[in-house]
């Protein structure tokens, strides 16, 4: 069993749809990043979470410390949010442990 | 300036070549890392540089050698390269001791070695 898991691998929606992706773990963390990816692209970090809840723009990120879960939900989903998204959480030292990535896929 | 700057953005090179990739940042982030990243996998940690000198080596093979000449700069000297090594070599950096910071990354060099 991986470490970090996400689901679903992939989703497909149709724009403006509410998206959530989910991330469970199964080690201590000092923080956890969710990460966006565009094809053939470098990776720009969307949010890093240790408690509670973030929000930047369309983009929710949730944690749940005791259960180990956190979420990435998109709100009026659009095209452009069409990409990897990946969890990954810190652990004590530092490193991250990488999840396999969602492939999200927003349809006009 | 809130970037991580790799260069070159594409390189494709031979097996007997000698190449070198560049990474630059000037955010003061003392903790540097490279990655490589093959197709529809996560990225695998391969150097970890803090305050200028080499802390991890992800047990790398000695045809990639890591360079850090500077806070701002860290390079990856290629040599030898086999066709498997052909992946996106991304950068990151990150403040050392800061937790409420997390990572910056670059948008990779894309390597294809022939």
């Known amino acids: 069993k991986n470490e970090v898991e996400q689901s679903p691998q992939n989703l497909t929606a149709q724009e403006g749809e509410f998206i959530t992706i989910n991330c469970s773990y199964s080690?201590?963390?000092?923080?956890l990043h969710w990460l966006q990816q565009h094809p053939g692209g470098g990776i720009v970090s969307l949010f890093m979470?240790?408690?509670?809840?973030k929000k930047h723009g369309r983009l929710i990120a949730t944690i749940n410390i005791q259960e180990k879960h956190s979420s990435l939900h998109i709100t009026a989903s659009h095209p452009r949010d069409s990409a990897v998204y990946i969890c990954?959480?810190?652990?004590?030292?530092?490193?991250?442990?990488w999840g396999a990535g969602t492939k999200l896929i927003i349809k006009p | 300036d809130t970037e991580v700057t790799q260069t070159p953005k594409h390189l494709v090179m031979g097996m007997t070549n000698k190449k070198s990739l560049k990474c630059e940042q000037h955010?003061?982030?003392?903790?540097m890392y490279w990655y490589k990243q093959k197709a529809k996998k996560p990225p695998e940690l391969m150097f970890v540089?803090?305050?200028?000198?080499?802390?991890i080596n992800e047990s790398v093979p000695s045809r990639f050698s890591p360079e850090c000449p500077n806070s701002s700069l860290l390079n990856l000297h290629l040599h030898a390269l086999q066709p498997e090594d052909s992946a996106l070599y991304l950068c990151?950096?990150?403040?050392?001791?800061?937790?409420?910071?997390?990572?910056?990354f670059g948008s990779g060099t894309r390597l294809t070695v022939v």
């Open positions: 990151a950096s990150r403040h050392i001791g800061q937790t409420l910071y997390g990572y910056t």
């Open positions: 955010m003061g982030h003392r903790a």
């Open positions: 540089y803090s305050y200028e000198k080499l802390s």
């Open positions: 080690v201590g963390i000092s923080a």
């Open positions: 979470l240790s408690s509670g809840k």
């Open positions: 990954a959480v810190r652990g004590s030292n530092y490193q991250l442990i």
